[in-house]
């Protein structure tokens, strides 16, 4: 990935207009900024600008499930029908689009990978020995949404890590299970959100009572959450039971209700996709048993878009450091020789020194033009160059969540780069 | 990506049987080494093995698309029908896969992306000032191939590079694809099958009288071709023609005939798609006219499987150094304390110089088990730790490709893999 870019080249424009078709705030300023093109309902392609966030988040994420020691694949997207048959899945799940070729011969578009997973494994697994493995794969997942309006946070077709983690025993999982959350919680720190986001308690689908997802406070959400802000944690509206209250220790009186995203998710599986599959080992003592099974789930489009929703302001995009698509936004302001010079200068040093940065050399664009677009992009720091900075002696540089910039030299400029 | 890995904490094992299914030599050792996985005639889930290898190949075509200019993006698989009724595809491409959802809308599911490209590019281009621009994009492609027996070298689903060119001028677009015969030289020299491949001239399909493909010599091959040694060409038996001989300057007694896999592949589109998607420029002199397009495709996983097919010996893969999952195969023989001190000692030495080494660590295998997988897995180095190798005060280092190896100390080991 070039880690310096001026925008003249870039083949994306900012757009003024408000996109008529869209009625969410992530996918507004995604396509209003050109990190995004609509296809259709539900799908987007990821233009430069939006893939260099997507490939910071995706990075994030696989060195946090690498550190907890999951092994990464891709599977793929076709996928047998038989396996979804097996799981009583290929008729049973609303979302699960169909492919049929012109031989007659049908297939799964992959909405989730369990069906595949499992087959994978039972190549590989005998004994108790072969145990615990967790894989995870960042890839494409595909669902039937019938309307879908939420931009990036509800798609079609999506960026998903998805893990699978295999175990022998309760208590081996149980254990896998508490460090994943842990894990989770430093991928949300890492991506910026962590502040805002909640480890919760919710309702466990048809294969288990509960499961926990992370949910991401803000107004655009599809759920409501409950939050206990002394332990950190929430519970969703779908559970929210005196069992429930109990279990946390906290009481209707201590929680604050929210709207909120859910960027994460992990689950219990138990035996639920081993059984059918009959993946099983062999215990010390030789009994065959099935392997016990857990899943994990972050959708990498999906925490983009909680990211625009949660932090934007009414100026556009503000992205945190570790995910933005550049550091710095450097901005030349004029057409004057010795300001086209030093902003030269400066985009030459900042490249040098491997800060990212996105220069803004086009020559045809008013200042007003160039801060409204900063302000729209969101690169976490913004740099002007202009013929009042050189008088100055030095470059305006302003952090895209500060009202004020301050002149400094460009020995300055690295040190709060650094 | 984990640049160590303990082969005993590796979820797959080699095998010994040949797959039942699988009639191609480069299906048959990808899955015994575990590198791949077949989900069905044509589809494959990648392991880790597997997985690393291709994303060194899609690193290597990464860098070199950047320095050619190209600009990377990801465009979705879910494509809209009208955009292909547009170009006249929906019905006449066999390949299409169609997808209808439960309210009975029809999609495409992309095989490939000048029906998506174009759009996008409609929404940023006005003016000959806005050209040339390349955009690419690595994503995996769907493509009903109804019978699939070439393993990984043509699938239903697979990871392909495809770039796309955009240019105001026929001479502007004939310098880029002059240009790009030159980068796709690059990229096959860098994944180790420079010397066996051949820019070569072809046939254009309904668009273009001729093409150019780039075609890996190797007896698996699909393709028939004819190669001047001399000029380091070849041309494609369907347009073995006088018209071309005279083109190219040379004759049939200069060629010799051998069997290929085209690996890549650049095509001058001219108008084609863009006329349809009404995608047009004002020139200097105010005039409309239509974009000219070049596109360039690799197959990521083909070239992988092409590199099984033609450098493979009958004891397994020889990964070229570039794109091989690992540098170093380090074998540890025997269980005696001295020879496990001794390993991990030499693991943690390879590992802390980064440089990438896949440990043997297993206990209960044999020597000659471990020779054979290691010659299987393919990887370029084999380091080997045993009583005899301590010995002599060292370790035993052989290439993939050599038959006898040499006993070296650490800081030779370390140097020779510098």
Known sequence: MNTSVRQSELFTKTKKETPTDEVSKNAELLIRGGFVHKEMAGVYSYLPLGLKVLRKIENIVREEMNKAGGQEI??????????????????????????????????????THEEIVVPILKNYVTSYKDLPKALYQIQDKFRMELRSKSGILRGREFMMKDMYSFHSTTEDFEKFYEQMKGVYKNVFERAGIGHITYLTFASGGTFSK?????????????DTVYVDE??????????????????????????????????????????????????????????????????????????????????????????????????VHLLMLGKEADVAAEAEKVYSTLSRASVEVLFDDRADVSAG??????????????????????????????????????????????????
């Open 74 to 111: 891709f599977m793929s997207a076709l996928q047998p029908k038989e396996n979804w048959e097996k799981t009583g899945r290929w008729n049973d799940l609303d979302v699960l689009y169909k492919v049929t070729d012109s031989a007659g011969r049908e297939m799964a578009l992959g909405p």
């Open 210 to 222: 509960y499961s926990h997802e992370f949910q991401t406070i803000t107004p655009a959400g599809e």
């Open 230 to 327: 002394e332990q950190g944690i929430a519970i969703n509206k779908e559970v929210l039971n005196d069992e429930v209250l109990g279990q946390l220790g906290t009481t209707r009186d201590k929680l604050s209700e929210h709207r909120a995203i859910e960027v994460g998710n992990i689950f219990d599986l138990k035996t639920k996709y081993s059984a059918p599959f009959d993946l099983t080992f062999t215990d010390e003592k030789g009994g065959k048993l099935p392997v016990l099974m857990g899943c994990y789930g972050i959708g990498i489009g999906r925490l983009m878009g909680t990211v625009v929703e949660a932090l934007a302001d009414d100026k556009g995009i503000i992205w945190p450091e570790a995910i933005a698509p550049f550091r």
């Open 369 to 418: 033009e160039k801060f409204s677009d900063s302000d729209l992009l969101g690169i976490p720091y913004r740099a002007v160059v202009s013929a009042r900075s050189i008088k100055e002696n030095g470059i305006e540089l302003k952090k895209r969540t500060e009202e004020k910039g301050k002149i400094v030299s460009i020995d300055e400029l690295l040190t709060c780069l650094k």
